[in-house]
């Protein structure tokens, strides 16, 4: 079964200050990957995802996410956060070749961020 | 704008109390999810449609239904709801067989059992 493990419950950054959000998953073919952003109270925003080809993906909203086969991780980046990128933060892998299965999702990280 | 959409986006009924959550996309998808998640969890799968074909999570309560009138709309029932069922219901979709595997979620429905 596919597992995801996210291991920082909360993380504070200063603002401007760079960010690193880790991943490991659990999956025993090439995963598809995926970073969600979740704000209070509402849905899950897609940042980015990784199927195939380039393991560093860009995203929206200045993320960027590296996929290392090697160690089972894809790990989120942003060089320079804002006040406005508090929120949750879930990474989640989903079977590939159909298309249709669910979404495995970590727990999620809290990112703070100081002023 | 394509999108996904829940309604009510709150809903508050009783112990016991049957309740009905909506969801509607305009983004012509074929597969439909419905995910439950509880105060700071992460969100977990109930079921899907694959089309017209419904697929329950192996763990789903029985008291957790589903239904897909057409391709649009998508229906989250709860036949007799505890405490435990208070949660955010996240419905999501996506589009099989493009190699584009993302899903789409809505903005949820914050479910309160008194």
């Known amino acids: 079964a596919q597992s995801v493990t996210q291991p920082d419950i909360h993380i504070t950054v200063s603002e401007g200050a760079s960010l690193e959000l880790r991943c490991n998953y659990s999956y025993g073919a090439t995963p598809y990957l995926f970073w969600y952003v979740q704000s209070p109270g509402q849905g899950l925003q897609l940042l980015l995802k990784y199927f195939s080809g380039d393991t560093l993906v860009q995203g929206i909203k200045g993320f960027e996410a590296e996929f290392k086969r090697s160690q089972s991780s894809f790990n989120l980046r942003k060089p320079s956060v804002h006040w406005s990128d508090a929120a949750e933060y879930f990474c989640a892998v989903g079977a590939a070749g159909g298309g249709a299965d669910g979404l495995t999702f970590g727990k999620g990280t809290h990112l703070i961020i100081q002023p | 704008d394509a999108m996904v959409i829940q309604n009510p986006r709150y809903q508050v009924t009783q112990f016991g109390k049957p309740v009905t959550l909506s969801c509607s996309q305009t983004?012509?998808?074929?597969?439909m999810y419905w995910y439950q998640q509880k105060s700071s969890q992460a969100p977990k799968l109930l079921f899907h449609y694959y089309d017209k074909d419904f697929n329950n999570e192996a763990d789903t309560p029985d008291n957790f239904q589903s239904r897909r009138p057409n391709t649009s709309f998508c229906f989250l029932d709860i036949r007799s709801p505890g405490l435990g069922d208070a949660a955010m219901y996240l419905c999501a979709t996506s589009r099989s067989g493009t190699g584009s595997y993302e899903q789409y979620f809505g903005p949820g429905t914050r479910l309160t059992v008194t």
């Open positions: 983004l012509n998808h074929n597969v």
